[in-house]
């Protein structure tokens, strides 16, 4: 099993104990390709959630650019809305899980088919 197969288990793990997802691996799978590099990265890996900065970068570079969402206040509730599905408390909140989270809030699967 190569490194990005184990993310992508660590991924699915995280979605069923920490969110109560149960993951669609197809999709997980597309959704981690689609992060490139970054899921290597210790840092670029995770969102840090506390800070506004990071936040705003995931509303314009994912879900703008990447989805194709019109901005509005939509966007920000529903980056908190998965950030509390997830857990607040959780330090580690992996990049992929979190835009994997948010493609099937905005049922935007097909982005990525």
């Known amino acids: 099993m190569g490194k990005r ?11 069923k104990n920490k969110c109560g ?7 997980l799978t597309k959704v981690t390709i689609g992060c490139g590099p970054s899921i290597y990265n210790a840092d670029a890996s995770t969102v840090a959630a506390s800070q506004e900065a990071e936040l705003e970068t ?8 990447k989805l194709g969402l019109e901005d ?7 980056i908190n809305s ?5 857990g607040r408390s959780e330090r580690s909140k992996y990049r992929a899980v979190v835009y994997y989270l948010l493609t099937k809030h905005f049922g935007k699967e097909a982005v990525y088919s």
């Not at 197969?5 to 979605?15: G, H, R």
């Not at 995931?58 to 650019?65: D, H, Q, R, W, Y």
């Not at 998965?82 to 997830?86: G, Q, R």
């Open 82 to 86: 998965v950030l509390d599905t997830y």
């Open 72 to 78: 509005g206040p939509a966007l920000m509730e529903a």
């Open 58 to 65: 995931v509303k314009a570079n994912f879900l703008i650019k």
């Open 21 to 27: 997802v149960e993951p669609d691996m197809d999709l």
């Open 5 to 15: 197969d184990e993310l992508i288990a660590k991924y699915a793990e995280d979605l």
